[in-house]
């Protein structure tokens, strides 16, 4: 019996983060868990692709737009089930035995019609990655609308009959998301993202950006549109 899982990763310019994201991953190898590993490269010029390669991904290329980079990815995947990861963030020790019951519960349920996401932290902590990170966690709980940067287990016929990932170069993660309404639950393990943009730009405004460039798009505006105003 073939392993379930393809995990799929979108990357641009990722060398230096990466590896601790894949590193993480070999507890779900042991496992028996992952049957292969897809990059999705959006034309890096570092040393990315070669990280990738060295670690035995299948590596497919595009243009650099996170939500088509993850629809020509996830198009690639062989696996029954889907774990999307970005290349920054790194799942934390106990991940595997979580999505090991998650699997095992929709087995004995006989269906694969619900996804997961995980829990979220940031690298380092301090009291404003754990406010930020209560928010997410909250924010997925109640509305529903966990981010890229939580992951997502899905299983290959959910994410079809969903339609996947939009071709869009923002909020493809919110899109897939509100698609899957009703039929997201946390998985019991923990995605651990970096802090440096938001310690970077600062705490709260990058926060409020985030919040805002939500609003924006619950709202209607352009995808498009979005990516340009937030790139700046």
């Known amino acids: 019996m073939r392993a379930p899982i393809s995990v799929v990763i979108p990357t641009l310019n990722a060398q230096a983060c990466l590896p601790r994201c894949l590193m993480a991953l070999g507890e779900g190898l042991n496992a028996g868990l992952i049957r292969e590993l897809v990059v999705s490269d959006g034309g890096?010029?570092?040393a990315t692709v070669r990280v990738a390669e060295a670690a035995g991904a299948e590596v497919v290329s595009g243009p650099a737009s996170r939500g088509g980079q993850l629809r020509r990815g996830c198009d690639a995947a062989q696996g029954d089930w889907l774990l999307v990861l970005h290349a920054d963030t790194v799942?934390?020790?106990g991940w595997s035995e979580a999505v090991v019951r998650k699997l095992s519960a929709?087995?004995?349920?006989?269906?694969?019609?619900?996804?997961?996401?995980?829990?979220?932290?940031f690298e380092g902590g301090g009291a404003p990655a754990r406010l930020v990170a209560a928010w997410a966690n909250l924010r997925s709980r109640v509305f529903?609308?966990?981010?890229g940067d939580q992951g997502l287990l899905i299983s290959r016929a959910l994410y079809d009959a969903v339609g996947g990932y939009p071709d869009i170069p923002l909020m493809e993660d919110v899109a897939l998301a509100?698609?899957?309404k009703g039929r997201l639950d946390p998985v019991e393990g923990v995605a651990e993202t970096s802090?440096?943009?938001y310690r970077r730009q600062g705490w709260l405004r990058r926060g409020g950006r985030n919040l805002m460039t939500l609003v924006r798009y619950l709202s209607g505006a352009d995808p498009e549109a979005l990516a340009r105003s937030y790139r700046r």
Not at 106 to 121: R, T
Not at 144 to 147: M, W
Request: charged share 20%.
């Open 44 to 46: 890096s010029t570092d």
């Open 178 to 180: 509100r698609a899957l």
């Open 195 to 197: 802090a440096e943009k």
């Open 91 to 93: 799942l934390l020790a």
């Open 144 to 147: 529903g609308l966990p981010y």
């Open 106 to 121: 929709d087995n004995a349920n006989l269906q694969a019609d619900s996804a997961g996401y995980f829990l979220l932290s």
